[in-house]
């Protein structure tokens, strides 16, 4: 578990990871935000304009008193209750909106309404202030922010218009059937009159008044509550031969007084299903479902209406029994002696209501007049259209945020992904981790010169200071001499490169130090030291007896002497089997503090195999980023130890 977490990418990690590629996140930034320029440069600036409206509550039904009409608050006639949510739905209606494409496009024709009508609803918005307000903010978007203005002006005006034009048509229709009843009931009153009038002339009757005061006082009230009742029978008969008649729809009479809140409610939502089916049917067919589920609602209630005057009717009838049969008793006892008085209490007694019925209708006609004069909005402007000059869409500061935000994230997803995904050897904690070998130390990535060497007199860079803790960690005896071979699992991995400079770190301290170019394949370090001519290839064959003839002394250094490869021969593995490459390092070993064998790779060619032997101490060098950590398993534990170079600082 705690190899586990050793090997883990921590966020330390990957912060240092992150600002090593600084150029990475620099440039995905530069081109996010071009991306961004380019997508700003391109969208076209849209404007917002907003505007709040206040719809009126009528507790009446009738808003005359809302503007100066408050004496005349207590006799509407045309109720029209105000929902707020039917509000809303219908200021961004298609109803609306074609009437606003036509007054906003005259040039249109009809048929490219529609088109324009949808394109105002897209983006026209209404909404509710709170769950309990009354007032709706609206808004609208348009490139234009004069035309925002104008649309938001426009709907605001045509929903006002369309409920006056509501109102006036549905107190016209009222206004009709009260005049008509109003007729037909001047013609029943003129015929009762006449008929009283025959009658008291031809039986020479003039007063019936004084006949019994008491049973005079029992009759007024009794007569008072049949009047109320007849009067409610009379319009629930009247409501129920219009409701039968199929042949027509007609509006009916609204706030009848016939003391029934579920018929006047009924009444009043049947009168509005007809408004609204008369509206649709000025522009569509009635062949659209529209039509037919308005049809079906309006059937549908007409039989409720049909059913609930019937129960109203026989419960008038019930009262009117009773209170007939004790207004019959005493209306009796008053005309038990003339019989012309019963007739004329019974004649009288339709005056009465026809009188009464008469003078009720003369009331709503005038209450009916005085809500047509009063042209009273359903709503009011709180806040009137305005348009902020700064444009709503595209929101600048948000979409460069937006690409700075993706242009840092971006790279660092990538880094990320390629991070954890790696296998390779990132710095000594992944060698800790997954084996038993000891790291020595690491050396940091750097650019490597020329000449091979990054080790200088005097260097404090991290480079020069990671060899010089090396150095120090070889601890190197003061006497006798000690050998250490260098070398790597793989090509590429700076196993040259560690050599000559740790060869080098260790000179300039003083010591007296000898770096052999062991590699016969490839002769790397005598390239990069331009150490030609004869080496340790010649030495081995014979062909060079005396060995001290062939070392070269470091130019920055002058206790570093460097034995080159030589010619590279033919058969590398045999000539370093050679006895003479014992006694040369046996001999090495009296003169030198250290001994540095810069050696091929292992695996590839056994020349490493045959060497270690011979030395001290085998020098593993691990370059980071490529060796997969997965293989550190498999190296064996003994005199090697590991260096990590190129390790990312």
Known sequence: MNKENNSFLSVSDLWRICLRRWKWFALSVALCLLFAALHLARTPKC??????????????????????????ADLGMVKQKNNVTNVVRHLTSLDILMEVARRVRPDVPEDGLLAIAQGLQSGLVAERESEKSTIINLSYTDRSPEKARMILTQVIQVYDDKYLEDKHMLTQNTSRFIDNRLHLLENDLDRVDDSISTYKSRHGITDLLHVSEMYLRQQSQSDAQIL???????????????????????F????????????????TQYNSLLMQLGSHLTYTSDQ??????????IESLRESIKTAI????????????????????????ITSNPAQAKYLASIEREQKVKESLYLY??????????????????????????????????????????????????????????????????????????????????????????????????????CNEAFRILRTKLALPGGGGKVFLVTSPEKGAGKTFVAMNLAMACALGGRKILFIDGDLRTARASALWKADGPGLAGYLDGSEADSGALLRTGAQAPSLDILPAGNIPANPSELLMNARMAALLAEARTRYDAVFIDSPTTGLTADADIMEPLTDTTLFVLRAGRYDRRRLQDLPVGRMQIIVNAVEA
């Open 228 to 250: 109320s009742l007849t009067n409610q029978k009379a319009m629930a008969q009247y409501i129920k031969e219009l409701v039968d008649d199929n042949s027509a729809r007609r």
């Open 47 to 72: 404007y917002t304009s907003h505007a709040a409206i206040l719809v009126k509550e009528e507790s009446q039904g009738n808003n005359s008193a809302q503007n100066g009409g408050e004496e005349f």
């Open 361 to 462: 209708l003369l009331q709503k006609k005038e209450e009916n007049e005085i809500s047509v004069t009063y042209r009273s909005s359903v709503t009011r402007i709180i806040d009137i259209p305005h348009c902020s000059d700064t444009p709503t869409s595209p929101k600048v500061p948000r979409v460069l945020f937006a690409a700075i935000l993706l242009g840092l994230l971006v790279p660092m997803a990538l880094i990320f992904l390629r991070v954890t995904l790696d296998d390779s050897v990132r710095n000594r904690r992944d060698v800790e981790a997954h084996c038993e070998i000891p790291v020595l130390g690491e050396v940091p990535a750097t650019k490597r010169p020329s000449t091979g060497t990054v080790v200088r007199e005097g260097g404090k860079d991290p």
């Open 252 to 267: 009916l009479l609204v706030n009848s007084g016939i003391n029934n809140p579920v018929i006047e409610a009924q009444i």
């Open 310 to 333: 019937d129960d109203h009717i026989r419960t008038l009838d019930i009262e009117l029994a009773s209170l007939q049969g004790y207004h019959s008793e005493t209306t009796s006892k």
């Open 288 to 297: 659209n479902p529209i039509i037919k589920n308005l049809e079906g609602e």
